[in-house]
């Protein structure tokens, strides 16, 4: 009896960690930021800024999974741009946009690949700008490959979007810009 009771003790005490707002530890495992990307949507057809903002925050559990806050503020807006979230704290993260320069032949793409390195190097998602059907989309590069590409996930209202060829796609485009954060008061998961 006692063993099942600690058990139950252990099964819900994981539960309330996992799920808790006050959760501020960030998961390592990849695989999280998947369940983070297939349990978030974008809510309007041109919130993928904040929607991407969105997924970061979540991916570092600040923020609760049914946080829509800055889309709903953002809604359709159509002059919106990473500055307008340059050097903004939100929940103890501080974005910082990147790159901003004319996307033409001298672009520095290989200091932006390297920027992007050391970010996922340091544990850290990066967001970026690829060209869309449409515009612009904002995607959360989350990974390099053992080739060197990066994988980057979005939302397109539910589905889910995954690239595996970024780094080909910013150098067909001549460049792009991105956003990168740093965090106080937010304790890595040993």
């Avoid at 063993?3 to 309330?16: A, G, H, Y």
Wanted: net charge positive; proline share 2%; hydrophobic share 35%.
């Amino acid at each position: 009896m006692k063993k099942i009771l600690f058990s139950l003790v252990v099964i819900i005490s994981t539960f309330i960690n996992f799920h808790s707002k006050a959760q501020t530890k960030k998961t390592v495992n990849s695989d999280y930021l998947d369940y983070v990307v297939n349990n978030h949507n974008q809510i309007f057809e041109l919130s993928c800024i904040p929607s991407a903002v969105e997924m970061i925050l979540k991916y570092y559990k600040v923020v609760d999974f049914d946080f829509y806050d800055l889309q709903n503020e953002w809604k359709n807006k159509s002059d919106g741009s990473f500055g307008n979230f340059d050097k903004k704290e939100l929940y103890d993260i501080t974005f910082s946009r990147k790159f901003n320069l004319p996307r033409d032949k001298n672009f520095p793409i290989d200091s932006l690949f390297k920027t992007i390195e050391n970010e996922l190097k340091s544990e850290k998602k990066v967001i970026i700008s690829l060209p869309s059907e449409i515009d612009w989309h904002m995607f959360i590069i989350c990974k390099q490959t053992s080739d060197g590409e990066f994988v980057s996930y979005s939302k397109l209202g539910t589905h889910t979007l995954i690239i595996r060829n970024t780094k080909e796609i910013v150098k067909k485009s001549n460049g792009t810009e991105i956003m990168t954060y740093s965090y106080s008061n937010i304790a890595k998961k040993e």
